[in-house]
């Protein structure tokens, strides 16, 4: 045995050893690639070559002496590899996938032409290379699937939902959204070329996706992408539920483009129910178009690619009650409730993607990319949001990113250095300025909203942004041995992100006023407006530089023909100095040790210890500024195997089991800052009829009708100093990233031309972040009985004295789910003509709070909360999809979607009745009756029928002319997303809303003309 050939045995020992001694560790990882590895064996020292057909690129490596090689590094296409004379073979590589290729054996005759692939002009026979020898759970999308599923946007997203366990959804405002497992949206993460795209101070998973209508980047750029539900390897970052990883496409040898129109409007859809109700249908249109251009700059070493996508919308939409509130509708003004019905959003949304690339040598590639986008929108209404069209906002969402990497590879080395920027704004803007009135229904121990009208809250309007560069390397080692053969890859990353955040604008006074059913009353109950806080030198906005640290080692271990294992372990870090260095006011926690001053507390009893009483250690919250520091806990094992059963990649079990962190939005941090500069105040008003305010609640005024003059009368009601009624937010001096344990054992099938694959998945996540309310009675209760109206109130009328509300944040939510994951696909071919993929999920999931609401103020902290069945994903949900050469050219397509209905979660309350922890209200979840499908009665909860044609049309010169059209909802389901919920002791019930919104479309039809050559 030579020098070097033990040195790389004693390296792979030893870093094999590290990894395991690591992830065994009790109190138990940034970068993550979109590039493929080939591996496998070839004649003993011989060079493996692999040329891509499309760009001219090589790739090379020695095999060593016992024939094992490993190509990595790889951009997703076609190659030619060989190891020598007679060793020939052309295969195409998917995304971020590793497969197995054995040069050993004689090449097969040439692929049939049913694998021809176009690439650049040039007609290549490839067989492409299936990952079967992986633990992580999940699919990958090719370009045939993103050409040709009917879509409802083109937004590329949206067919990760053909995967087991995802769910891409359109809600009833048009916003698009993607969900992993029975997590919220901002669980997941998105790759492109290997950058993360994760939004850090709003939700939505991705910066931009939050409540938007867009999508994250051009679909024309996109080559094709992977969907990993759970148990990925230690490379992928800032996530707990599901990574999707995109590989953008390139420039060839040859000029290509790509140039389409879309477009649709009220003419070519059906009624939504809201409209049906009302008798009349609103204008909308949709307009969809933009172009893309690649080519060579120089031949196989330099060449271009750049896209632009474009949108412009009318959605048609509903003003709605919210599920809560919709029994308090009939008791409204008819001024109020005539606002209810159809309305629309526009929007607008330009994307620009563009890339260069270079190989001056044989072992090394560069690359600069930019991709920009610029939405705006109204938004503010349909869906959840209970507002009237004048309560609406518009929304400016404005992103950035720029790319360089330099990718090195070596004899048994890869490496890959990224340096990238990014600018990413979020900014509402409330349409009007003014008085906003907001309708209550009274129900025993609270007031959910029915409606709100006027001006938008003062929250409406925000400036939010994340902005700042990162670099990250990852090095590759392909040629260690040590019992058996393994690719170990390591990695870090830094970013320097500015975060910045205003939660809301000295604008827009809201008055609220209580429904009964008795009627609307003639004067508000409570108001809540701002109030700035002058001479202390603070500002409503808050601008921090978070410091994100991540480093991780993976080794893909071949133990032998059979076993793989992937050993990795990761480690991340965030500093975010504004919620480490905040200092809590001294005018704050001198009210909080000062003399409780609400009724029937005891003299010489101070707040704190008020709050003692209630279980809660004031001490955990009030920060010195030195006494806080960034969570160091981030450790992460992801351990996996796959077990070829006979060696010939057909049958194979996978299992795995790991930890991902993701991290808590800067969306609630920044909420310490901001409210101490900007304060929000709720103040109550005595009822004319009893001299009382509503549920005793503090601070009470007389009302005057002068009070409605607008917000100058509401802050000179305060005084020029007092604090009465400014919500006061403190959060845990101790907060923790949520994060999430995976565990899956399946097993992957090839039968014939089939891919099958049924995995079990337990996913338990932890640390979810929620605000809960920390005030307490006297006795330190959260509930007591009160006089104003005979039931068990919460004390939302005994706050800080001299203040108003203290809202506390913590971790806490948590959910435990268990998926079986089905699936069947046929990759398409052109000697069958044909393609289809059929997903099934079942799904058992609770929660402890709704996934989509961190806002808890049922009880006293979030561990009271009991865990009910999850409002997050269906029990059952099947996709199936499908697609054809059908006749005088043309291909066709079909998708199924079908789902039970999902449940809804709320408090049900029950007039009179006392519960155990002395609360008249409880959580709970109940599911509404569906629809019929064929057979099973009544149980679908959505049904949907997508179709597409398109028809290619040659004009010669290289060019192609194609039409397109799709029909959505081809049976126009009523797809119902609003609920009306009614509560009797003992039982919830729950149906649809069947004159609100709905989820996806109404029956659509979207016509498309596009040029290719």
């Known amino acids: 045995m030579n020098l070097l050939h033990m040195k790389k045995k004693l390296l792979a020992s030893l870093i094999t050893g590290t990894v395991i001694a690591t992830a065994a560790v009790p109190t138990v990882a940034w970068s993550q690639t979109a590039n493929a590895t080939l591996r496998g064996k070839a004649p003993a020292n011989a060079e493996v070559t692999a040329k891509n057909v499309a760009t001219g690129a090589v790739r090379r490596s020695n095999a060593d002496a016992q024939g094992s090689y490993a190509l990595v590094g790889l951009p997703p296409g076609t190659y030619q590899v060989d190891a020598g004379a007679g060793t020939e073979r052309t295969v195409t590589l998917t995304v971020a996938s590793t497969a197995s290729l054995d040069l050993t054996a004689a090449a097969p005759e040439a692929a049939a032409t049913a694998n021809a692939k176009n690439l650049g002009g040039v007609s290549v026979s490839a067989t492409t290379l299936q990952?079967?020898?992986?633990?992580?759970?999940?699919?990958?999308?090719?370009?045939?699937?993103?050409?040709?599923?009917?879509?409802?946007?083109?937004?590329?997203?949206?067919?990760?939902?053909?995967?087991?366990?995802?769910?891409?959804?359109?809600?009833?405002?048009?916003?698009?959204?993607?969900?992993?497992?029975?997590?919220?949206?901002?669980?997941?993460?998105v790759y492109i070329d290997g950058v993360g795209q994760k939004s850090y101070v709003v939700g939505g998973g991705v910066a931009g996706q939050n409540n938007s209508q867009g999508n994250p980047f051009p679909q024309l750029a996109i080559g094709e992408y992977k969907v990993i539900t759970s148990n990925y390897k230690a490379e992928y970052d800032q996530l707990s539920s599901a990574a999707v990883t995109a590989q953008t496409k390139s420039g060839t040898n040859e000029f290509h483009g790509e140039a389409y129109y879309r477009y649709t409007d009220d003419s070519f859809r059906a009624k939504t129910?809201?409209?049906?109700?009302?008798?009349?249908?609103?204008?909308?249109?949709?307009?969809?178009?933009?172009?893309?251009?690649?080519?060579?700059?120089?031949?196989?070493?330099?060449?271009?690619?750049?896209?632009?996508?474009?949108?412009?919308?009318?959605?048609?939409?509903?003003?709605?009650?919210?599920?809560?509130?919709?029994?308090?509708?009939?008791y409204l003004p008819t001024s109020v409730s005539s606002q209810m019905g159809p309305a629309n959003l526009p929007f607008q949304e330009d994307l620009y993607f563009g890339k260069i690339d270079w190989e001056p040598t044989d072992r090394d590639r560069f690359e600069v990319s930019a991709q920009i986008r610029n939405e705006t929108q109204l938004d503010g209404i349909g869906a959840d949001q209970q507002n009237t069209t004048s309560a609406a906002y518009n929304i400016k969402n404005n992103s950035e990113r720029y790319v360089a990497r330099w990718q090195h590879s070596g004899q048994a080395y890869f490496n890959e250095l990224i340096v990238g920027y990014e600018d990413a704004k979020y900014s509402p803007t409330a349409v009007n300025i003014g008085n906003g009135y907001v309708y209550t229904w009274e129900r025993p121990i609270d007031d959910p909203t029915i409606i709100a009208t006027g001006a938008a809250s003062p929250q409406s309007t925000q400036n939010k942004s994340q902005r700042g560069p990162s670099i990250q390397d990852d090095f590759t080692f392909n040629d260690l041995e040590w019992h058996g053969d393994h690719v170990v890859k390591m990695g870090m990353k830094l970013k320097l992100v500015t975060l910045e955040a205003s939660d809301a604008s000295d604008i827009n006074p809201q008055y609220y006023y209580n429904v009964t059913t008795d009627g609307t009353a003639a004067t508000p109950y409570k108001a809540y407006f701002t109030k700035p806080v002058n001479g202390l030198g603070l500002t409503p906005s808050v601008s921090t530089?978070?410091?994100?640290?991540?480093?991780?080692?993976?080794?893909?271990?071949?133990?032998?023909?059979?076993?793989?294992?992937?050993?990795?372990?990761?480690?991340?870090?965030?500093?975010?100095?504004?919620?480490?260095?905040?200092?809590?006011?001294?005018?704050?926690?001198?009210?909080?040790?000062?003399?409780?001053?609400?009724?029937?507390?005891?003299?010489?009893?101070?707040?704190?210890?008020?709050?003692?009483?209630?279980?809660?250690?004031?001490?955990?919250y009030i920060s010195t500024g030195s006494n806080r520091s960034a969570y160091k806990g981030e450790w992460q094992p992801r351990l996996g195997f796959s077990y070829d059963w006979f060696g010939d990649e057909q049958h194979v079990i996978h299992g795995g089991a790991g930890r991902a962190y993701d991290r808590d939005l800067y969306d609630y941090l920044q909420l310490e800052t901001t409210k101490s500069a900007l304060p929000q105040?709720?103040?109550?008003?005595?009822?004319?009829?009893?001299?009382?305010?509503?549920?005793?609640?503090?601070?009470?005024?007389?009302?005057?009708?002068?009070?409605?003059?607008?917000?100058?009368?509401?802050?000179?009601?305060?005084?020029?100093?007092?604090?009465?009624?400014?919500?006061?937010?403190?959060?845990?001096?101790?907060?923790?990233?949520?994060?999430?344990?995976?565990?899956?054992?399946?097993?992957?099938?090839?039968?014939?031309?089939?891919?099958?694959?049924?995995?079990?998945?337990?996913?338990?996540?932890?640390?979810?972040?929620?605000?809960?309310?920390?005030?307490?009675?006297?006795?330190?209760?959260?509930?007591?009985?009160?006089?104003?109206?005979?039931?068990?109130?919460?004390?939302?009328?005994?706050?800080?004295?001299?203040?108003?509300?203290?809202?506390?944040?913590?971790?806490?939510?948590?959910?435990?789910?268990?998926?079986?994951l089905l699936s069947a696909s046929k990759p398409y071919d052109k000697a069958?003509?044909?393609?289809?993929?059929?997903?099934?999920?079942?799904?058992?999931?609770?929660?402890?709070?709704?996934?989509?609401?961190?806002?808890?103020?049922?009880?006293?902290?979030?561990?009271?909360?009991?865990?009910?069945?999850?409002?997050?994903?269906?029990?059952?949900?099947?996709?199936?999809?499908?697609?054809?050469?059908?006749?005088?050219?043309?291909v066709l397509s079909a998708k199924l979607t079908l789902a039970t209905p999902l449940p809804y979660n709320g408090a049900a309350c029950y007039a009179g009745v006392t519960l155990p922890d002395g609360s008249s209200c409880v959580p709970t979840s109940a599911t509404p009756e569906g629809s019929k499908f064929l057979v099973g009665g009544k149980i679908w909860g959505y049904r949907d029928i997508d179709?597409?044609?398109?028809?290619?049309?040659?004009?010669?010169?290289?060019?192609?002319?194609?039409?397109?059209?799709?029909?959505?909802?081809?049976f126009n389901w009523h797809n119902y997303s609003d609920y009306v919920a009614t509560f009797v002791p003992g039982n919830t019930m729950v149906s649809y809303n069947q004159t609100g919104n709905i989820t996806f479309v109404p029956r659509t039809i979207k016509f498309e003309l596009g040029l290719k050559f």
């Open 131 to 189: 990952e079967v020898k992986t633990p992580e759970v999940g699919a990958t999308i090719s370009l045939r699937q993103i050409d040709t599923i009917p879509q409802v946007s083109r937004n590329f997203l949206e067919f990760a939902d053909t995967v087991p366990g995802m769910v891409f959804t359109v809600d009833p405002s048009g916003h698009t959204s993607l969900r992993g497992g029975a997590m919220n949206d901002s669980s997941v993460n």
């Open 273 to 330: 129910p809201s409209e049906d109700a009302q008798g009349t249908k609103s204008s909308s249109e949709e307009k969809e178009y933009g172009f893309a251009v690649g080519g060579p700059i120089i031949q196989d070493k330099m060449h271009f690619f750049m896209a632009y996508e474009a949108k412009r919308f009318d959605t048609p939409v509903t003003v709605a009650p919210s599920a809560d509130g919709a029994p308090g509708v009939p």
């Open 545 to 620: 530089k978070s410091r994100q640290f991540g480093t991780y080692i993976q080794d893909d271990w071949a133990v032998n023909d059979k076993l793989t294992l992937n050993l990795g372990l990761r480690w991340d870090y965030e500093r975010t100095p504004s919620y480490t260095d905040f200092v809590t006011p001294a005018n704050v926690v001198a009210a909080l040790y000062s003399q409780d001053t609400n009724a029937g507390a005891p003299a010489g009893q101070t707040y704190a210890e008020t709050l003692a009483k209630g279980g809660i250690n004031i001490n955990d």
């Open 681 to 820: 105040y709720t103040i109550f008003f005595q009822d004319p009829a009893t001299g009382t305010c509503h549920r005793e609640s503090t601070p009470c005024y007389q009302w005057d009708p002068n009070l409605l003059s607008g917000l100058p009368a509401l802050q000179a009601l305060l005084g020029a100093s007092s604090n009465a009624g400014t919500e006061v937010d403190l959060l845990n001096n101790k907060l923790k990233a949520p994060y999430s344990d995976q565990f899956s054992l399946g097993m992957s099938n090839q039968i014939g031309d089939w891919q099958t694959d049924a995995t079990v998945v337990r996913v338990l996540s932890y640390d979810g972040f929620a605000f809960t309310l920390g005030n307490r009675y006297p006795n330190g209760a959260f509930f007591q009985h009160s006089n104003d109206n005979q039931q068990n109130s919460q004390p939302w009328g005994n706050g800080i004295p001299g203040f108003g509300a203290l809202i506390l944040g913590d971790n806490g939510i948590s959910t435990r789910s268990t998926q079986v």
């Open 832 to 890: 069958s003509g044909w393609g289809a993929t059929f997903a099934y999920t079942f799904t058992h999931a609770k929660q402890n709070r709704d996934i989509n609401e961190h806002y808890s103020f049922d009880y006293g902290t979030i561990q009271e909360y009991p865990f009910i069945t999850s409002n997050s994903a269906a029990k059952h949900r099947f996709v199936a999809t499908g697609n054809m050469d059908g006749p005088w050219g043309t």
């Open 947 to 970: 179709l597409q044609a398109t028809k290619d049309f040659d004009i010669g010169h290289g060019m192609t002319l194609y039409g397109r059209f799709d029909v959505l909802n081809v």
